[in-house]
């Protein structure tokens, strides 16, 4: 298995991994970079035209983790996106509102520059591929394995960010081993009356977890996240928003 981070690295938008088995393939999160012109430059598709993908699966429905799904899209990806029923539809409200803000953006930047533009600008993407994208979307069940993949499997749970958020185990198998991987998406806030609670996980060989806080908070989510922490070990890398744990955890009851 191989698991390439390609967003949020160094800094906190554009969420995005690439999972990639013998069998099988997908992105967890596929979300817009923002916050400036530099920033902005790195909304490519995650993954490259000939790189196989069998699915996208959603953490939930911020532009940051869902606006670059119509890039794969307008590239002709016709595959799953799998996320929970109020994530499917917080997705298909930011990306039309996406689209449109792009094209609006486009058509201000060509009517400031008139003829200092040697070419128009285009919008990153339309409405069209917003909406391409959008029937791809399929809704799956919290707490239920779905199989996304050959190989792969993903579990949703509760991650008490907004309405249909979900922290994603993935359960891989490969050459007759099997692995599981967190991806927490983001987390809390805690004690906010109209979410629930984030739920733990009791096992995992790996854990991505997102946050833009300290490391001391990261590691203090981290052990709530996996509900029992057999390492103190500190978070492995991250300056940005994705730290990587790789350690074997497991809670006494799982
Ligand atoms: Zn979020």
Redo the contacts with the bound molecule.
């Keep these: 298995m191989k698991i390439t981070i390609v967003g949020a690295a160094g800094e906190v938008t554009g969420s995005a991994y690439y999972v990639q088995t013998k069998s099988g393939s997908v992105l967890v999160d596929c979300g817009l970079f923002q916050g400036g012109r530099k920033s902005e430059a790195l909304n490519r598709p995650p993954t490259g035209p000939k790189q196989k993908l069998d699915a996208v699966l959603l953490t939930?429905g911020?532009l940051?983790?869902t606006g670059r799904l119509p890039l794969l899209a307008k590239r002709g990806h016709t595959a799953p996106v799998f996320a929970t029923p109020a994530t499917i539809e917080m997705t298909s409200l930011i990306l039309r509102d996406s689209a449109r803000i792009q094209a609006g953006d486009a058509e201000r930047r060509n009517r400031e520059a008139r003829s200092r533009l040697a070419k128009p600008a285009e919008p990153l993407y339309t409405p069209e591929h917003a909406e391409a994208i959008i029937q791809c979307l399929k809704p799956v069940p919290y707490r239920q394995p779905v199989a996304v993949a050959p190989g792969i499997e993903a579990i949703w749970t509760e991650s008490g960010?907004?309405l249909g958020?979900g922290s994603i185990q993935l359960i891989v198998e490969e050459d007759g081993k099997r692995k599981r991987v967190v991806f927490s998406?983001?987390l809390g806030p805690r004690s906010a009356p109209i979410l629930k609670e984030f739920e733990p996980f009791r096992e995992a060989d790996l854990v991505f977890l997102e946050s833009t806080t300290t490391a001391a908070t990261i590691v203090r989510l981290s052990r709530r996240l996996m509900s029992s922490c057999a390492s103190s070990r500190k978070p492995s890398r991250g300056r940005g928003r994705s730290w990587c744990r790789p350690l074997r955890w497991a809670a006494p009851n799982s």
Excluded: L, V
């Design positions: 939930h911020h940051d983790h960010h907004m958020s998406g983001d």
